[in-house]
């Protein structure tokens, strides 16, 4: 149902229909659900905090709607620590689509979004000072996976490690249906501006922020780490195939490079 209704705000509801399939099939999410890790919360958390978002542009008074995006985040950061990268990248998206009403949107801006991001760090911390009292801060900060490696070493796995994570959000899925689920992606993300109910695609926002954090502190982790750009590329890829099953040429194009590709 979450990914449904952040669909349908983000494009529409056929959409929406596509994406949720697409995760409702997505090995990772389905492994993840069933031995009950905190990656399964986590997508809720950050769905959750999407929705919120999606609301508050288009309302004078969005104090609930706030509320709502601050309480999804804190909840997605205490579940996986590593929420703070597709948080920060929700918040960035949300700041560029306020910030197109000029100087005075800027300021706007700035002013709601002071106490959004002093509510957020009150809250997580309040909820990390237990483990933060008993282990202190550099069981947390010194994490050997989330240390630097260097960028030789790091240019030097990055193959390795993006095919890891491939595979991982992959395993059992045939090859002709990652193809698929590829151009889909593709095609969603370069048409946002026809399918896309808001000016700028969320999906290609976090995706940059992520690759940007990763080559500037010259870090991986393990590839379930990055589970969450899975469900945005799956949004992306159900909106790319609503595109086409909305275009009779599009149609024919795609079912002919498919069969191709099959």
């Known amino acids: 149902p979450a990914v449904f209704a952040v669909t349908a705000a983000l494009y529409n509801r056929f959409a929406a229909i596509v994406a949720t399939a697409f995760v ?54 205490y579940t996986i620590p590593t929420s703070v990268l597709p948080v920060a990248g929700i918040l960035f998206w949300l700041v560029l689509l306020r910030r197109n009403g000029g100087s005075k949107r800027l300021l706007e ?9 002093l509510s957020m760090l009150v809250l997580v911390l309040w909820l990390y000072l237990p483990p933060l009292i008993a282990s202190g801060p550099a069981s947390i ?44 992606c593709v095609m969603g993300l370069l048409a946002h501006r026809k399918i896309g109910r808001q000016s700028i695609p969320l999906t290609a926002v976090v995706i ?15 590839s379930r780490v990055w589970l969450f750009l899975w469900f945005f590329f799956l949004m992306a890829a159900g909106a790319g195939i609503a595109l086409v099953l909305s275009r009779r040429w599009l149609i024919t194009t795609f079912g002919v490079v498919f069969a191709v590709v099959v």
């Open 208 to 222: 940059l922020i992520t690759i940007a954090f990763a080559i500037i502190r010259t870090t991986f982790g393990y």
């Open 24 to 77: 409702a099939c997505a090995p990772p999410f389905i492994e993840y659900s069933v031995n009950a890790r905190g990656y399964t919360w986590q997508a809720v958390f950050l769905l959750l905090m999407i929705w919120f978002a999606t609301r508050i542009p288009g309302q004078e008074d969005a104090r609930l709607d706030w509320a709502g995006l601050v309480l999804a985040a804190v909840g997605a950061i």
């Open 141 to 184: 900060l010194k994490n050997r996976f989330i240390q630097p490696m260097g960028m030789g070493k790091f240019l030097a796995q990055i193959p390795h490690l993006a095919r890891m994570t491939w595979n991982s959000w992959n395993d059992g899925v045939p090859l002709a249906a990652q193809l698929l689920l590829s151009a889909a």
């Open 109 to 117: 801006v700035a002013r709601q979004m002071t106490p959004v991001l």
